[in-house]
């Protein structure tokens, strides 16, 4: 509605995770480099902890995105059902992505064969799967000992059953971790995000608004300043807010978004962003 307004080719501030306009930002880069460095080594799962919004997934695409041998990915995003159907939904993603038969076993030690029939037809084919349990601080304690650990246990006795794992959640998932020595003696990297600082707020910002055929000063350094001091920093949030204040500044044929604009769509936004 108001890219040609703003002369923008598309909209800069999306809630979509696209690997190509990911921003790195310092906590983004260290976390990717340690993430690399586990996954690359099959040292272990890795644990990615942060607050809602601070781009969890985004990372993980980017990181697929830029090691192709993490194929398949099998990101489980609904984790919180019983482990029974937690299991034989691993197994079926798995097996789809394989092209191997339905899972057809009742009981776990067939449904755990099965997976690892998928995980061996993978590697004839070259390809190491990925498998990402987003939102894992909703795994009950039972999903954690009957699902993660038997595939922890398998990856790391079948040679040709090549299995990465990321444990992706918000930053209680660390001490819910660590009373279950089993997993979290096995955890290869922990890395948490956290919110831009107030210089990153602005150059995302900036650079989102460039690499969408904008002006960098849209934004005045000022609403910039109090972008960052109503969002602390949040990605989601960042993107919620910037995009209701160029919708308003469209609606007020305004030439630049000043902080007055900011401190009125945080009124309407902040609450359902927190």
Not at 12 to 41: G, M
Not at 71 to 84: E, G
Not at 97 to 114: F, K, M, Q, T, Y
Not at 263 to 270: F, N, P, Q, R
């Amino acid at each position: 509605m108001y890219n040609a307004y703003w002369k923008l080719n598309q909209k800069p501030f999306t809630q979509r995770q696209d690997p190509a306009r990911f921003y790195r930002s310092k906590s983004h880069q260290t976390a990717l480099l340690r993430l690399t460095y586990a996954l690359d080594n099959l040292t272990g799962p890795g644990l990615i902890l942060g607050a809602s919004g601070t781009g969890k997934t985004g990372l993980v695409k980017l990181l697929t995105a830029a090691h192709k041998d993490l194929r398949p990915l099998i990101h489980i995003v609904f984790p919180a059902i019983s482990p029974d159907d937690l299991l034989r939904h691993v197994a079926s993603e798995i097996a789809m992505s394989a092209a191997v038969s339905p899972v057809i076993s009742r009981g776990n030690d067939g449904v755990l064969r099965e997976i690892l029939t998928s995980l061996r037809r993978l590697s004839d084919n070259g390809q190491r799967a990925l498998l990402c349990f987003d939102d894992a601080h909703l795994l009950s304690e039972d999903a954690m000992l009957h699902v993660v650990q038997p595939l922890l246990n398998l990856a790391e006795s079948e040679d040709h059953a090549m299995l990465a794992m990321l444990l992706v959640g918000q930053p209680v998932l660390s001490a819910r971790i660590r009373k279950l020595h089993q997993i979290s003696e096995r955890i290869a990297v922990t890395t948490a995000l956290t919110g831009f600082t107030a210089a990153e707020t602005a150059d995302y910002v900036r650079s989102s608004l460039i690499q969408s055929g904008g002006r960098s000063d849209i934004f005045s350094a000022d609403a910039l300043q109090r972008l960052f001091e109503i969002t602390a920093g949040n990605p989601r949030r960042i993107n919620r807010l910037s995009d209701m204040a160029l919708l308003v500044g469209f609606a007020e044929q305004l030439g630049q978004i000043s902080v007055s604009q900011i401190d009125a769509v945080s009124t309407e936004l902040m609450p359902a962003a927190a």
